[in-house]
């Protein structure tokens, strides 16, 4: 099933891309949602939030964890628990790689949303090879999503390298 995913999201994703040129609308995501980090990427100094409408997936394939939370509006709690949650252990999530994109207007249909396809809220993560390797329609603890990451082939490879006595 997850190469299935894995497929479908490299297929369909940049034809998702060149369909959305819409502006987007004046409405704005509460104080909660928004931390604007406009550093780059590479000179990161905390965890980096981006808005899906202006976020490419594509740019941090390989280099970086992605944490997807979406909901159909910027107003659900569950929304603001998740993005909270994720806020209060930036520092471990930043050790792991991660990057959080957040989508909470379904109207503009980023090209994300078009690929996992949320039905309210929801909480995906995506591996640094692309692969939607986890998703929960629950907001989930910080800790537990560390955990989930921790499991994953690639994150297990790193720890090794960068402790190789921690076999």
Do not use: Y
């Amino acid at each position: 099933m997850k190469p299935f995913f894995t497929l479908v999201f490299a297929t369909f994703f940049p034809v998702a891309v060149m369909a959305t040129d819409a502006p987007a609308p004046d409405s704005a995501i509460p104080e909660t949602a928004l931390e604007a980090d406009t550093a780059d990427t590479t000179q990161q100094v905390g965890l980096l939030f981006l808005d899906a409408r202006e976020a490419d997936v594509r740019d941090f394939i390989w280099n970086n964890r992605i944490v997807v939370v979406m909901a159909d509006t910027p107003d659900d709690p569950q929304f603001n628990r998740q993005i909270d949650a994720l806020r209060d252990r930036a520092d471990e999530f930043l050790a792991r790689d991660v990057v959080v994109i957040f989508d909470a207007h379904p109207d503009d249909a980023s090209p994300l949303r078009q690929v996992l396809r949320p039905r309210g809220f929801m909480t995906a993560i995506i591996d640094k090879d692309g692969e939607v390797k986890a998703r929960r329609p629950a907001v989930r603890t910080g800790r537990e999503l560390m955990a989930v990451i921790d499991r994953f082939p690639t994150r297990r490879q790193e720890m090794l390298e960068r402790l190789p006595s921690g076999r």
